[in-house]
Nanobody, 118 residues
Framework: QVQLVESGGGLVQPGGSLRLSCAASGFTFSRYAMSWYRQAPGKERELVAAMSSAGGSTNYADSVKGRFTISRDNAKNTAYLQMNSLKPEDTAVYYC???????????WGQGTQVTVSS
């Protein structure tokens, strides 16, 4: 059974940090590119950061460059999103996604809420 389980969300003050985790099971994690998306109320889901299966390539939304870092540990079947210098506009539900490139196979997690507020 395929599962992606996000954790680490919560309430944080502006300027603070959070680290999100995405624990994967039920598929060969090391073959999949991993990405983080977010969706704020009333807005479309948007790509935040992505990383290739081996971790050699990353991509970030302009709005988070220099503040967020995506990483993965293939030995632990886990992807991470380190979020620093958080802003109120980062408030959203954050989702992780696994993609098997070229095969159009992908899986989504259930999401974790991040709220940035004083």
């Amino acid at each position: 059974q395929v599962q992606l389980v996000e954790s680490g969300g919560g309430l944080v003050q502006p300027g603070g940090s959070l680290r999100l985790s995405c624990a994967a099971s039920g598929f060969t994690f090391s073959r999949y590119a991993m990405s983080w998306y977010r969706q704020a109320p009333g807005k479309e889901r948007e790509l935040v950061a992505a990383m290739s299966s081996a971790g050699g390539s990353t991509n970030y939304a302009d709005s988070v460059k220099g503040r967020f870092t995506i990483s993965r540990d293939n030995a632990k079947n886990t992807a991470y999103l380190q979020m620093n210098s958080l802003k109120p506009e980062d408030t959203a539900v954050y989702y992780c996604k696994a993609d098997l490139v070229f095969f159009a196979i992908n899986y989504w997690g259930q999401g974790t809420q991040v709220t940035v507020s004083s």
